[in-house]
């Protein structure tokens, strides 16, 4: 019988576990230049080698890739990504520990919850296409906060609590108790995972580690932050059973429902002594005893993107940007659901999200972003934008990251933004993360004189991350070009780079790869955005593919009426020598 480290670093089960982690990838703080695209053209070595040292104890960590995303106006939050692979075994170990200790955990907890069957999430089908990888979230969040509502008509006395600084004070020994508790057995399952998680901890300046703390962004620390106030759950279960009351949990925040304003403070102790118990402490200055009857804005907090209005003007964005809705009535539908919600007084959650609310509230920047892009008149928003950017009104380098991603979707160029783009890429001093997206934009809007350049700095770029983005923009060079700054990366002592190199050798030098990502282009939205990525512009490696490129093109001109098609059929003309345009 298979031990469960066996079973954790199965190679099918390693497999499966690196698409949930592409998948969270590309929704990560951090993102990677290809989004591991390389990493999934190797899975016939990588996985069996991450198998084999997981199994030998011989696994070693990579560190994290940190930065700092803003809290509030005037706090921020530490964030950590692992690099890939430990990103698998860290979801791996983390995802087996959840199919283990889910069903012993209380009803009460409602976030990162397994799920049983396809039926429990309804109307799934009719999600989004860009909102259907988020369905746990984007029902779950919504249930919960409708169960609370629903328990708000029944008891007098709402506590709220949340734990302070819950995912930096996580304690590993407290941890590793807690998993054994639930019946993982194999002590090789929680050393592995302490030995990343230590690894990771951070560290003062003089080495002292804590031996606390999660990286906040992965899914797999929200498995591993959901199981550990179990013990708090149980607690307090017991309690409202005995006195009368109900309780909800989503992560470290706790919705607690009594009769008796008395209970609820005595419930609150309880609670703040289990919680101690487990080295961590409640958040003061969110602890609120509320009597009813309640407003809506008191328990309900749900972001524009979980309301009805949100969830319909992303769906009209996701028609307009997938081009099916064409022409003036998308446009017409897409400005009448935005013009609905936005509020002259600055009430309501639409009428915040405006240009001037990037720098008041830098926390809110993707979701900000997100409404930005969506916008029918958004070559003026990013206008306006680097406006800002160049006058200095961003004073964080990782959401200047975000906005200059957000440029790109937007489609958005000038000689103005090329010029604030090399000022980022050639200043040392700013965080590297915001140089590779200075990369990743130089990349889609650079003329062929800046791709030149970024080839000339490629061995001056310090991190592996900035390196793997330089690559990725340099794919428009000419072949020789492009050839050299390969040869550049691949004397490098960075495997990660040597392994991306030979992807992107691969994907312009294989005629099966260029057809099979062919067959894709019909399903993708943005075309423009699509081909770059896969580096389909520029050096077929036959005239045989360039004819099939042709044929597919002229057969969906017939279906597709579609004004950005055009730009895209002139790149294509320029790139494979073929008129197409008059087909």
């Known amino acids: 019988m298979a031990s469960e480290l066996e079973l954790a670093a199965d190679e099918t089960y390693l497999r499966e576990i690196f698409d949930e982690v592409q998948k969270e990838a590309k929704k990560q703080r951090i993102r990677d230049a290809v989004d591991h695209e390389d990493f ?18 011989r696994y070693a960590t990579s560190g994290l890739l940190r930065a700092d995303m803003a809290k509030s106006a005037y706090s921020e939050r530490p964030i950590a990504i692992p690099y890939i692979e430990d990103a698998i075994v860290y979801h791996a170990l983390a995802r087996f520990i959840q199919n283990r200790v889910d069903p012993r955990l209380s009803t009460m907890l409602m976030s990162n ?17 860009r909102l259907r990888d988020e369905e ?37 020994s407290i941890l590793r108790a807690l998993i054994s508790k639930y019946d993982i057995n194999d002590p090789r399952i929680p050393n592995l995972l302490l030995e990343l998680l230590n690894a990771w901890a951070w560290r003062s300046p ?8 999660l990286p906040q962004s992965p899914d797999a620390s929200s498995i591993l932050g959901s199981l550990y106030l179990d013990p708090v759950d149980k607690i307090l279960e017991s309690i409202l059973s005995k006195v009368g009351g109900k309780a909800l949990r989503w992560m470290d925040g706790y919705k607690i429902f009594v009769n008796d304003f008395d209970l609820g403070v005595r419930v609150a102790r309880e609670v703040g002594r ?32 979980f309301t009805t209005p949100g969830k319909e003007i992303l769906e009209v964005a996701t ?15 897409l400005r009448a659901s935005l013009g609905s919600l936005w509020k002259d007084d600055d009430a309501g959650i639409w009428g915040r999200y405006t240009q001037v609310d990037l720098w008041k509230r830098p926390h809110l920047t993707d979701k900000v972003m997100l409404y930005l892009v969506a916008f029918p008149d958004r070559l003026k928003i990013a206008s306006g934008i680097l406006d800002d950017l160049r006058t200095g009104k961003c004073k964080s380098d990782y959401q200047e990251a ?148 042709r044929d597919q093109i002229a057969e969906r001109q017939k279906h597709l009426a579609d004004p950005v098609l055009k730009g895209i059929l002139s790149d294509l003309q320029k790139a494979v020598g073929l008129n197409i345009l008059r087909l």
Not at 206 to 213: A, I
Not at 432 to 457: H, N
Not at 462 to 471: A, I, M
């Open 319 to 333: 028609l307009v940007n997938r081009a099916k809705i064409k022409g003036d009535k998308a446009i017409t539908r």
């Open 40 to 57: 999934r053209a190797n899975l016939d070595l990588e996985i069996p080698r991450i198998s084999r040292e997981m199994l030998s104890g």
């Open 136 to 172: 746990y979230w984007f029902i779950s969040w919504p249930q919960f906060m409708g169960s609370a509502e629903t328990l708000a008509t029944q008891y007098k006395f709402a506590l709220l609590l949340d734990v302070a600084v819950y995912f930096e004070n996580i304690d590993y």
């Open 402 to 549: 975000i906005i200059l991603r957000s440029l790109g979707d937007m489609h958005y160029e000038s000689d103005d933004l090329r010029s604030h783009l090399w000022g980022v890429i050639t200043n040392a001093q700013r965080h590297w993360y915001l140089r590779c997206q200075a990369l990743y934009l130089m990349g889609k809007v650079g003329r062929a004189s800046d791709l030149i350049g970024l080839k000339k700095i490629f061995e001056k770029l310090g991190h592996t991350y900035e390196k793997r983005y330089c690559v990725a923009a340099c794919t428009r060079l000419d072949k020789q070009d492009r050839e050299e700054l390969y040869e550049l990366g691949s004397t490098a002592a960075d495997f990660r780079l040597s392994r991306l190199i030979s992807y992107f050798r691969r994907l312009t030098a294989s005629q099966e790869t260029c057809r099979a990502t062919l067959d894709e282009i019909h399903y993708r939205t943005k075309w423009n955005e699509y081909l770059y990525q896969l580096h389909l512009l520029r050096d077929f490696p036959s005239r045989d593919v360039q004819v099939h490129l």
């Open 113 to 129: 919850r397994l799920r049983t069957t396809e039926e429990e999430i309804p109307g799934e089908d009719e999600l989004p296409e």
């Open 206 to 213: 003089d080495g002292f580690s804590r031996s606390r703390g």
């Open 274 to 305: 289990a919680v101690r118990d487990l080295m961590l402490n409640l958040n003061e200055s969110k602890t609120v005893l509320m009597p009813g009857p309640f407003k809506d804005t008191e328990l309900v907090e749900i972001e524009f993107l």
